[in-house]
């Protein structure tokens, strides 16, 4: 059974910090490209971020450009965000899913995690 298990959200001050980890299971890993969205309140969904499994190329939203970055650890199954520089307009549902490709697109996702960042 294919599981993304997201962790790491909580509340932080804006200027903060925080990192997101997305423990996964029942795939293999290492041969899929994996991201993370998010969604505000009363919005809608959020591509943020993702990272390929061939080369490790990076891809960002321009909104988060700069003082998000992804990263995976392939060994671990696990991919991570490290938010910096957090604005109140960060804050959201954050959910990491699984890539399945072009025309099927994000095909398992988490549960998602909170991100709550006070001004």
């Known amino acids: 059974e294919v599981q993304l298990l997201e962790s790491g959200g909580g509340l932080v001050q804006a200027g903060g910090s925080l990192k997101l980890s997305c423990e996964t299971s029942g795939f293999f890993f290492d041969e899929y490209t994996i991201g993370w969205f998010r969604q505000a309140p009363g919005k809608g969904l959020e591509w943020v971020s993702a990272?390929?499994?061939?080369?490790?190329?990076?891809y960002y939203a321009d909104s988060v450009k700069g003082r998000f970055t992804i990263s995976r650890d392939n060994a671990k199954k696990t991919l991570y965000l490290q938010m910096n520089s957090l604005k109140p307009e960060d804050t959201a549902l954050y959910y990491c899913?699984?890539?399945?490709?072009?025309?099927?697109?994000?095909?398992?996702w988490g549960q998602g995690t909170q991100v709550t960042v006070s001004s």
């Open positions: 990272i390929n499994t061939d080369d490790g190329s990076t």
């Open positions: 899913a699984r890539y399945l490709g072009y025309y099927s697109g994000y095909d398992y």
